[in-house]
């Protein structure tokens, strides 16, 4: 996605301090879609416009702030960039980051900071997705092998048959149906705990 294409939702509760960053972000070729001076309706305003970033400009992260945060990362994951003037408090920068903040920066902003912190945020953001995924994908993994090890061994157990048996059975059940082996070891389980 080419940088003239992010668009970018803008939270500032400072009405001078947006103005100068939305200029800023719009000499760097990004397009500012939506400006609030809350994170009230927040949520509200990242599902109706789906904006590529959301960046937050003030002084510290409150409670509510950190919860609407947190309930964007979970549900409609966005890189958050947030900038505090003054905050280093550690527990803020830490609680920010676990509510899905790519980048926390503070002393405010200057223009010439905005595009590589931008370029920093995206990046890292994309980078976490993608981890996100790969740990969703091995704990899918995990389950399905677990599933099968489970059946596997209820077969063992009711047949009296060997693992290699118990996996040809669960196999030529799965061709049979055209299921995977999965769903016909969760029916299979589902099954012999009846009996």
Do not use: W
Not at 5 to 34: K, P, W
Not at 166 to 193: C, G, N, P, W, Y
């Amino acid at each position: 996605m080419e940088r003239a294409e992010l668009s970018v939702m803008l939270v500032d509760d400072e009405t001078e301090r947006a103005q100068l960053l939305e200029q800023a972000l719009q000499q760097h070729g990004y397009q500012v879609i939506c400006r609030l001076t809350s994170t009230a309706a927040l949520r509200h305003h990242v599902e109706r416009l789906q904006p590529d970033m959301i960046i937050i400009d003030m002084d510290s992260p409150d409670r509510d702030t950190l919860e609407h945060m947190a309930v964007i990362s979970q549900h409609n994951p966005k890189p958050i960039v947030f900038f505090a003037e003054q905050d280093q408090d550690p527990d803020n920068i830490r609680l920010a980051i676990q509510a899905g903040v790519s980048a926390y920066i503070v002393d405010g902003l200057t223009p010439k900071r905005v595009k590589p912190i931008l370029d920093v945020a995206i990046a890292r953001f994309h980078e976490f997705q993608q981890l996100r995924q790969q740990l969703a994908s091995s704990q899918t993994a995990l389950a399905e092998q677990q599933l099968l090890e489970k059946a596997k061994r209820l077969l063992i157990k009711h047949r009296g048959c060997t693992e290699a048996e118990a996996f040809q059975t669960l196999r030529k059940l799965a061709m049979d149906r055209q299921q995977k082996m999965t769903e016909v070891a969760r029916d299979l389980i589902s099954l012999m705990e009846v009996l």
